[in-house]
């Protein structure tokens, strides 16, 4: 299994950017792919997931509204479109496999793959 994600960069408050996620090397019938993200010194966290059987989505209270995760099958990419971006929305961003439901779990994700920085400041 890979992923890489992509898109990280310097951002100022309130701009956007948008994260992807290629990934190849399984076939599974019933699997969720998820956003998480690691801020120095603290622990990693989840920050949206999709299913790739009926598209249902999580998100994290701390990004509703703002980021909206999506996936384009045909190209085994997801998408992660981050708008209104605050400070705190600092860290290394990681997408990542699970079978399965969807969940925000970090410890739920069996495949991992390397971050992208995203920076916000001004």
């Known amino acids: 299994v890979q992923l890489q994600a992509s898109g990280g960069g310097l951002v100022q408050p309130g701009g956007s950017l948008r994260l992807s996620c290629t990934h190849s090397g399984f076939i599974l019938d019933y699997y969720t792919i998820g956003w998480f993200r690691q801020a120095p010194g603290k622990e990693r966290e989840g920050v949206s997931s999709?299913?790739?059987?009926?598209?249902?989505?999580a998100y994290a209270d701390s990004v509703k509204g703002r980021f909206t995760i999506s996936r384009d099958s045909a190209k085994n990419t997801l998408y992660l479109q981050m708008n209104s971006l605050k400070p705190e929305d600092t860290a290394v961003y990681y997408c990542?496999?699970?079978?399965?439901?969807?969940?925000?779990?970090?410890?739920?994700?069996?495949?991992w793959g390397q971050g992208t920085l995203v920076t916000v400041s001004s």
């Open positions: 990542a496999l699970r079978t399965g439901v969807v969940g925000l779990g970090p410890y739920e994700y069996d495949a």
């Open positions: 999709i299913s790739n059987s009926n598209g249902s989505t």
